[in-house]
Every structure is written in structure tokens, then in C-alpha cells.
């Protein structure tokens, strides 16, 4: 019974490991995630972040067209 019970107690600090590294796992993907759809900027975008593509002035958005077809 001992083997039993050791092997039981290592099963649950294996599963106790993988749980906590699951959850680094995806709050580091989640950052990355948030950075790269909100942040980075994109040529695509003339060079613009997402979010500050998406927040421009409607005068910036004419601007953006203008690059962009111009490109």
C-alpha cells in the first residue's frame, strides 16, 4: 500500500504542476494576443496600432485611405 500511496501523491503534484502552468500558459498567450491585435502596429494600417486605427478621427480615416490607396 505504500507504492499506492505514493504513487497517488505524485499523480496529484503532477496534476497540481500542469494546472499551474496551463494558467501561465494562457495568460502569457492572452497577453501576446491583446498585444498583437491591439498594439502592434500594422503596414496594412499605414503603420497604425489596431486600436488606434479603429479610434482615428474621421479626417484620420480619410488620411489612411489616401496612404493606402496611394501605396
Known amino acids: ?17 500542469a494546472e499551474r502552468l496551463r494558467g501561465v500558459v494562457q495568460r502569457t498567450i492572452e497577453a ?9 502596429p500594422y503596414s ?3 503603420g497604425m496600432a489596431p486600436a488606434a486605427f479603429t479610434n482615428r478621427t474621421r479626417q484620420g480615416h480619410m488620411d489612411t485611405e489616401a496612404k493606402l490607396s496611394a501605396a
Not at 505514493?6 to 503532477?14: G, I, P, Q, T, Y
Not at 498585444?35 to 502592434?40: A, F, G, K, M, Q
Open 44 to 46: 496594412s494600417l499605414g
Open 1 to 17: 500500500m505504500p507504492g499506492h500511496r505514493r504513487r497517488v501523491a505524485l499523480h496529484r503534484a503532477r496534476q497540481a504542476a
Open 32 to 40: 501576446w494576443r491583446t498585444d498583437y491585435n491591439t498594439v502592434r
